[in-house]
């Protein structure tokens, strides 16, 4: 094995072609991945728009409308012309649907499952068909039962996966995610980015990043805004993303009457983040289940506002060591609305922008997240 270790790295989709969290992991480690001493091949279902994919050693095996069993029989095609150059030290797997069905040429190498979530169980949640569900978990046992060992966002993740699959505690690593701090990190005066995306100035903003989806909590979110807004008219909340949910959430806020106070912004592009970020005074994370870490958290927290999470998962965690009031007292519509209360009227103390900045920097930069990751990497080939 040479000095740098030869990665083959199995994908979902590429960041910002599709958007989630699981993208954006791995968009940013085979950007960060090769500075760690690292090299990457990846392999991924889209199209390519440009060629940014191509310059981090990304290849895209098949369009994400081609039929599944297309996809399959070229993931495994690019996956074995990969591996038959004998420049791989090590398969890692983001996404078992596209692992799957290279199991066999895969396992002629160590494999390290980056666990980014339970899969079958998110999608239970979202009530899709018993069959899809059982599909999609006989897919992650058959890659789970074959790795040597298990990166995850966070302890509560490392839960999921031994008590909901299996796995053994000595298999798991935890390594989180991670902000790009410079890029989140603008300058810009929080009234020039209301101005830039015409919200308003005198009004308490409060953003929500999420997929418009159930686990999100966003219909809690809204029944908690119509309790905000008896005591605190100033406040707005802006919604940011899309999914199966828009219509309803639309009606839900018609039916509250809360149209001044909650505005579903639909998909907002990865350049407007930042600013957005940076407009609102308070982010906040309002899950209902299966969150591992929540990128949103930190990259609100890099442009220096703090954020409020339910204590679901792993997003605890992520922010208890700046302040314990960022955690919620539980995920529900009064928990919701006692949090945004006490941060309008001040009750609730709230980290500074200094403060929010400077913790992110010293625990949840990409690039310490790369580090991190390859020393699992070396562990798993020793």
């Known amino acids: 094995m040479s000095e740098t270790i030869r990665t083959l790295q199995f994908g979902m989709g590429w960041f910002p072609e599709q958007a989630g969290g699981l993208?954006?992991?791995?968009?940013?480690?085979?950007?960060e991945l090769p500075g760690a001493g690292v090299s990457v091949?990846?392999?991924?279902?889209?199209?390519?728009?440009?060629?940014?994919?191509?310059?981090?050693?990304?290849?895209?095996?098949?369009?994400?409308?081609?039929?599944?069993?297309?996809?399959?029989?070229?993931?495994?095609?690019?996956?074995?012309?990969?591996?038959?150059h004998g420049e791989v030290d090590l398969v890692a797997s983001h996404f078992a649907l596209y692992t799957f069905p290279a199991l066999g040429p895969v396992t002629t190498r160590p494999l390290v499952v980056h666990f980014h979530g339970p899969w079958a169980l998110e999608s239970a949640v979202e009530q899709d068909a018993g069959w899809y569900v059982r599909f999609k978990l006989a897919v992650e046992n058959a890659v789970y039962g074959k790795a040597r060992l298990f990166i995850v966002l966070s302890e509560a993740f490392a839960s999921v996966l031994r008590e909901r699959y299996g796995v053994p505690a000595e298999r798991i690593r935890v390594v989180p995610g991670g902000a790009d701090v410079t890029r989140f990190g603008i300058d810009e005066p929080k009234e020039a980015a209301r101005e830039r995306l015409g919200w308003p100035s005198d009004?308490?903003?409060?953003?929500?990043?999420?997929?418009?989806?159930?686990?999100?909590?966003?219909?809690?979110?809204?029944?908690a805004m119509a309790t905000v807004r008896?005591?605190?008219?100033?406040?707005?909340?802006?919604?940011?993303?899309?999914?199966?949910?828009?219509?309803?959430?639309?009606?839900?806020?018609?039916?509250?009457?809360?149209?001044?106070h909650v505005r579903l912004l639909g998909f907002v592009p990865d350049e407007d983040l930042p600013a957005a970020y940076?407009?609102?005074?308070?982010?906040?994370?309002?899950?209902?289940?299966?969150?591992?870490?929540?990128?949103?958290?930190v990259e609100s927290l890099a442009s220096g506002t703090p954020v409020l999470v339910t204590p679901v998962g792993g997003l605890p965690e992520v922010v208890r060591g700046l302040s314990p009031d960022l955690v919620l007292a539980g995920s529900n519509?009064?928990?919701?609305?006692?949090?945004?209360?006490?941060?309008?009227?001040?009750?609730?103390?709230?980290?500074?922008?200094?403060?929010?900045?400077?913790?992110?920097?010293?625990?949840?930069?990409?690039?310490?997240?790369?580090?991190?990751?390859?020393?699992?990497?070396?562990?798993a080939l020793r």
């Not at 009004?203 to 029944?223: K, P, Q, S, T, Y």
């Open 41 to 84: 091949r990846g392999l991924v279902a889209g199209t390519p728009t440009d060629g940014a994919a191509a310059r981090h050693g990304v290849d895209f095996f098949a369009p994400i409308a081609t039929p599944l069993p297309v996809r399959w029989f070229r993931a495994r095609t690019a996956a074995r012309e990969a591996l038959s």
């Open 203 to 223: 009004r308490f903003v409060v953003l929500a990043v999420r997929r418009l989806a159930h686990r999100m909590g966003l219909e809690n979110l809204i029944d």
């Open 278 to 297: 940076r407009a609102a005074d308070l982010t906040i994370v309002p899950t209902q289940s299966f969150e591992g870490f929540g990128l949103i958290t």
């Open 230 to 260: 008896r005591t605190a008219p100033e406040v707005m909340l802006y919604v940011a993303g899309k999914g199966p949910l828009a219509g309803a959430l639309e009606a839900r806020i018609a039916e509250r009457g809360l149209e001044d």
């Open 23 to 31: 993208n954006r992991v791995y968009y940013h480690l085979m950007k």
């Open 333 to 379: 519509a009064a928990a919701l609305a006692e949090g945004l209360t006490g941060a309008v009227s001040g009750t609730r103390r709230l980290p500074d922008a200094g403060a929010c900045r400077a913790y992110t920097l010293e625990n949840y930069t990409w690039a310490s997240v790369a580090r991190r990751t390859r020393d699992v990497y070396r562990e």
